[in-house]
């Protein structure tokens, strides 16, 4: 059973209450895009991607992914929810074998935004983050997280600038701290091909991944970016086994972007 309610065109809250595999019922709350010709209007972005880690032989693929949906806007700023997701995927037996995640990670935000002049804006967020491994006995991690963010654009993955920057700080409920940096310079020409680099860092109390690339950009409808770096992450849950060589952290794939 559940209840929904809309929230903007084609975006609703649901509360759902169901039981699987004879385990205790549990509820459930999220964000939902309703049925309808075409995609809500209120879906502003669409990413999803993959990389090879081509010299680590525990992971070998991580699949990324994930959208925003402007859900209110007045000459006052906007509110706007992203939901962003990260599978490692683990190594099977051969070249054809089967390949399972070692685990799912996401991130939850609502934040309110305010724009200024020149591009700027400026917003508070709140973001829940959960780390979930998979097929193994080992409980799931989660932290809430709260703090301001500061950007030269609205969106850092368009390449709308040659220099393009977003900093973010709080407070981490469980972890003591919460920071982000995302840094990117490129060409910006629109209609035509770009290329660029980009670093990442986000970090609490308990974990930090960081990550730097270059990458190429072209098409139109949908932007396709491949891209070459390194990545280091490590997990919440049940600790990280993860890349200690710097050749593991290697990274080669591509990316594909969508803006309605």
Known sequence: ??????????????????????LPAETFIGLRLSEGNGPPKSLESFHLGAGVYPFYNSHKLLVEG????????????????????DTPILTGNGFFAQFWPDRMIYRVRAQYEKSFSGGWSAAWYARYDVDMPTDKAIGF??????????????????LDRPLRFEVAGGVDFKYDYDFGLKLGINTANPGAANAG??????????????EFKIFADFGREIAIRPFAGVKKISYAAGGTPGPSRFAERITVGVGLYKWF
């Open 1 to 22: 059973m559940g209840l929904s309610l809309a929230v903007g065109q084609g975006v609703e809250i649901f509360i759902r209450s169901a039981r699987y595999y004879g």
């Open 66 to 85: 994930g959208l925003r949906l402007e859900i209110a806007k007045n000459e006052n700023g906007r509110l706007l929810a992203d939901l962003d997701f």
């Open 141 to 158: 991690l989660a932290s809430l997280s709260t703090g301001i963010a500061v950007r030269n654009q609205p969106d850092f993955e368009r």
């Open 197 to 210: 680099a980009e670093f990442r860092w986000q970090a609490n109390g308990l974990r930090q991944a960081a």
